[in-house]
Every structure is written in structure tokens, then in C-alpha cells.
């Protein structure tokens, strides 16, 4: 008996055709790689019965069939492995946030992740996360990566492309055909399914997300005639505070059975607060709302117009006022390029900013200061202050309040919100709401220590899912998306001083705080309460023209 050569070496890998690993990776993308949309399907009951199971099955191979139409050309063996982990990456990120909080990666989602800021980033990560990366890259990704690769003569490498291809657009268009008359009305009734497909939801949502800029049409000037209706009056302070992610079922104010409104409740005993139970948002995510409800076109016009115009803040300047924008959050939008600017993340304050994030209440701290250095001629005509909150920004609410003021407990301490029981993680919501409503509260107090006629406005820019349906967080298309994500709420706060230089009745307000609102009304109410004229505001959706304003 002979023993082995202590050299030899173990028989070597096969080297696999680029279009064998291309084809690999499309099924595996097909199957494993869109757990979300299998999960969604199963659950519709359009799709029970073994007719269903046969069409979920037909759905899969088609999806192969498309990924591999799309991979087949570009399977040249330098590109395959790098093109591939590409893929894996993309459906795990998207698989992840589509499983734990029920979103669907459609280009207003993407936008919001292209502008997401390092703080939100680690809002997001989470064991779950690590998990759906383990499963959905690197367990397939350390398996492609241990594969030879085959190199062939690049014309013989192209013909079997092209067949490949052909082959592909064989199979899926056979398929399509087969299965179009229970297609169609799927995609019909159920719109959010076609965002769910991996990894093509992403690299469409992408590509629209980046081609909006580019695509951008001129700016164009608004209100450049506007003028206050009466210059000797006294000039006003007035602030709006852009609220984040609050919704209107969780404010007691509206009649949520919870207390998460004690001090705006003290304030609205004294008669100068106003609460509207009816508002509607212009969308479900910042990145679409926030733009919205500065415009004045109202919703309709501006989710259907390709036009641009300068917003709210820039007719303010245009009448004369002096405006300033103080974000604790992760930009404006692009609302407030135009007029000065305050960005609390280049705070450290001891107490108000752990972790390199600070609590709302940051944003007052120095804002005597910050508004005595704007324009003395256009403060001598009116200020307006714009507080944009970090609110109840999802998923990690436990970070948005300080320990002191936690008041509703056991809170869900972790941003994969699954995990916990659906209690804790109201818990933790509810208590930003609180936290907003000491903040608002806050902002009422400094507003009284000035003599000057003055006014607070609040809104949310969108709502929240808690885990009704099992969906969380927001940014469904506005279509689908539950009222939770749209019903936000709204408050306003007018001083005495302001009612009685403009002649108000006391309690103008109380007529409208129950009737159908929405972000429409902001643009044109903010010039009413600056007692700002000028041919683009519209009484119409002026809810203080109401009050006997100009």
C-alpha cells in the first residue's frame, strides 16, 4: 500500500461558466432573496387555493427569468462576482426594512434613504439587520466568491450571452403571457407589490430618486409683490414648529384617552389654543411632505405639476420680514435654501445633545441671540422662526425624550420594533408626543417673555404606523398608505397682544377646529397670521381670514 505524496494537493475547483453563476444568483434572488413579497403574496386572499400557489410558484420562475435577462449580458467574469455581491447587498438592505417595518422601496422611500444622515443611519441598525445580512449576503457571498470563474474567448463569451439573453426573453415573456390575466388585476388592486420585488424595487427607485435633481426645472420667483397690509402695526414674532412623525390618534388634545397633552391642555383651558382635529398631511414622508406644505399650489397641484416656485419663506422675505430656520433634523428639503439658517447638530450642549443628537428643546436655547442677529430693518417689520423637530422620529422614539420626562413605561429600548411587544413600543411613541407637548409648551413660554404681538403654529409633517397590520414607521405611496400616516395634528397659540392689534374675535378659531383641514392651508394661514398681502394668498384656505384678517 502506497500512502499519498505529502504534496498532493486537493482536486481543484471546477471553474463555472459566468452564465452558470448569473443564473445561480437569479434564482437565488427569486426565491430566498424576496422573502417579503412571497410573505405579502401568501397573505392576500386573492391567491388561496392551490390556483394561487401555482401562480406565486410562476411569479418566482418569472422573476429568475427577468433577473437573468438583465444579468445575462453583463456576465463577463471580472464583472460577475462584483455585480453580484451588488445584487445580494441591495435585496438583503431592502428585504430587512420591507420585513421588519413593513415599508415598500418605491422612489420616495429612496429619496428619503439617499438623504438620511449618519444619525438616522444608526437609528436603523439593529441585530435583525446583522442577521438579514448573515443569511441574505454573506452566507451566498462567501459561496460565490469560492467559485473559479471561467474565462473564455470574449467572441465565444458574447454568443453565449446572446443566447442566454434570448432564452431569458423566451421564458419571461412565455411566462407573462400565462400568467397575465391573474397578473393584471393583482398589480391593479394590490399597487405597493410591484416595490416589493427584489432587486429591481431598488434599482428603479434609485435611479428615480437620483434623476429627479437633474430633471429639476427652473426656479421660479413668487410673491415677489407681497407687502404687510398695514406697516405701523406692531411688529409680530410669530414661530412654526415643523413637527416630525406625530399623528393625530396619539394626541390627547383630539381625544386619545392617554395624557400625552398636559401642558397644551393647561393652555387651551386659558383660552388663546386652538387644536384642529381634522388635518391631513401632503404625504407620508418628510421628503414629500415638508416641500408640500410650503408651496402654495396645495397638494394636487404640486404632486401633478412639474413646475418649481419659491415657497412660504421666500414671499415672507419678500414682504420684508426677517425669517430664520432652526433644523433638528436632517435638512429642510430644500424649503429654506434661500433665507438663514441654524443647524443644531454642530451643538454639544451637556445635557441636551447625547450621542451626538440633541432633544427639541435645544432649538430655543439662544434664540434671542440667533434672531437679534438677522436684518435689523426686516426684524423691525416682523419675525418669523421655523423649528423644525426631530419629533418621534422612528424607530429608535426612546431616544427622543430625556430620561426625566419619561412618563409611559415599559418602553421598547431598540430601534427593530418586531421585537418588542406592540404596548412598549406605543409606550416609547407616546412619550415623544409628551416630550413634543413640553416643547411646545416651552416655545408658548418664551414667546410670552417678548412684549411684541405673537403667535405659534404647529404641524406634523406626516403621521405613523405602529404595528396596526403589521407596518411600521411610514412612507407607503400616499394611495395605500393608512390614515395613521396622513391624520396629523395641528395647533395654534395666538397671544393677546397679536388678537387685539388685529382686532380678532377671542375665540375665532374654535369654528374651524373640527372641519376637514390639510397641509394646503399652512402657506396661506402663515401670510394671514404676518398679516402679509400679496396676489398668491388665497382667503380661501386662510383659517385666520376667519378672524376679520386683512
Avoid at 150 to 162: I, K, T, V
Wanted: net charge neutral; hydrophobic share 45%; with cysteine.
Amino acid at each position: 500500500m502506497t500512502s499519498a505524496s505529502p504534496t498532493a494537493h486537493p482536486p481543484a475547483r471546477p471553474a463555472r461558466h459566468p452564465l452558470w453563476l448569473s443564473g445561480a444568483l437569479a434564482l437565488w434572488l427569486a426565491t430566498l432573496g424576496n422573502l417579503p413579497l412571497w410573505r405579502a403574496l401568501w397573505a392576500l386572499p386573492d391567491l388561496a387555493g392551490w390556483r394561487g400557489g401555482l401562480f406565486i410558484a410562476g411569479t418566482a420562475l418569472f422573476i429568475a427569468a427577468a433577473l437573468w435577462l438583465v444579468l445575462a449580458p453583463l456576465s463577463w467574469p471580472r464583472l460577475t462576482k462584483p455585480l453580484a455581491l451588488l445584487c445580494l447587498a441591495t435585496a438583503a438592505s431592502s428585504s430587512h426594512f420591507m420585513l421588519a417595518y413593513g415599508v415598500v422601496i418605491d422612489p420616495g422611500m429612496m429619496t428619503n434613504t439617499l438623504q438620511t444622515d449618519l444619525r438616522e443611519v444608526r437609528d436603523l441598525l439593529s441585530p435583525s439587520l446583522l442577521w438579514t445580512f448573515t443569511w441574505g449576503l454573506l452566507l451566498p457571498g462567501v459561496w460565490l466568491l469560492r467559485q473559479p470563474v471561467a474565462r473564455l474567448p470574449w467572441p465565444r463569451q458574447l454568443q453565449h450571452n446572446l443566447l442566454a439573453l434570448g432564452a431569458a426573453l423566451l421564458v419571461a415573456g412565455g411566462l407573462l403571457v400565462l400568467g397575465f390575466q391573474d397578473l393584471a388585476p393583482l398589480m391593479r388592486n394590490h399597487k405597493s407589490l410591484r416595490y416589493m420585488v427584489n432587486p429591481f424595487n431598488a434599482a428603479w427607485s434609485t435611479s428615480r430618486a437620483l434623476a429627479g435633481p437633474a430633471t429639476l426645472a427652473p426656479l421660479q420667483p413668487l410673491g415677489t409683490d407681497a407687502h404687510p397690509s398695514n406697516p405701523r402695526a406692531p411688529a409680530p414674532l410669530l414661530v412654526l414648529v415643523l413637527g416630525e412623525t406625530a399623528r393625530a390618534a396619539n394626541f390627547a388634545l383630539g381625544g386619545y384617552p392617554r395624557d400625552t397633552n398636559p401642558e397644551l391642555s393647561r393652555l387651551a383651558q386659558e383660552g388663546d389654543l386652538t387644536y384642529f382635529s381634522q388635518v391631513t398631511s401632503c404625504g407620508t414622508s418628510t421628503q414629500a411632505s415638508v416641500p408640500c406644505m410650503f408651496s402654495h399650489l396645495g397638494r394636487e397641484a404640486f404632486v401633478g405639476s412639474q413646475d418649481r416656485f419659491e415657497n412660504l419663506l421666500d414671499v415672507l422675505q419678500h414682504a420684508g420680514l426677517a425669517v430664520l430656520w432652526v433644523d433638528n433634523q436632517s435638512g429642510c428639503k430644500g424649503v429654506c435654501d434661500r433665507v438663514p439658517s441654524v443647524d443644531t447638530r454642530a451643538l454639544n450642549l451637556p445635557g441636551l445633545c447625547p450621542d451626538g443628537a440633541c432633544f427639541d428643546e435645544v432649538m430655543l436655547h439662544g434664540l434671542d441671540e440667533r434672531i437679534a442677529a438677522l436684518d435689523p430693518v426686516k426684524r423691525a417689520r416682523g419675525v418669523v422662526v421655523v423649528l423644525h423637530q426631530m419629533g418621534s422620529h422612528g424607530p429608535a422614539y426612546f431616544k427622543r425624550t430625556p430620561a426625566a420626562l419619561k412618563h409611559f413605561t415599559p418602553e421598547c429600548d431598540t430601534n427593530a420594533l418586531q421585537k418588542c411587544e406592540r404596548q412598549a413600543v406605543v409606550n416609547a411613541y407616546d412619550n415623544s408626543i409628551r416630550y413634543t407637548d413640553h416643547v411646545l409648551a416651552q416655545t408658548v413660554t418664551w414667546l410670552k417673555q417678548h412684549a411684541q404681538p405673537s403667535a405659534m403654529v404647529y404641524v406634523s409633517d406626516h403621521g405613523e404606523s405602529l404595528g396596526e397590520n403589521n407596518l411600521y414607521l411610514h412612507g407607503l405611496p400616499y394611495a395605500m398608505a393608512p390614515e395613521t400616516q396622513k391624520h396629523v395634528p395641528m395647533v395654534t397659540w395666538v397671544s393677546p397682544a397679536l388678537r387685539q392689534t388685529r382686532g380678532w374675535v377671542h375665540d375665532c378659531l374654535a369654528s374651524q377646529a373640527k372641519q376637514p383641514l390639510s397641509h394646503d392651508h399652512l402657506f396661506h394661514s402663515l401670510l394671514g397670521l404676518a398679516d402679509v398681502e400679496t396676489q398668491v394668498r388665497s382667503d380661501a384656505r386662510n383659517l385666520f381670514a376667519h378672524c376679520g384678517a386683512h
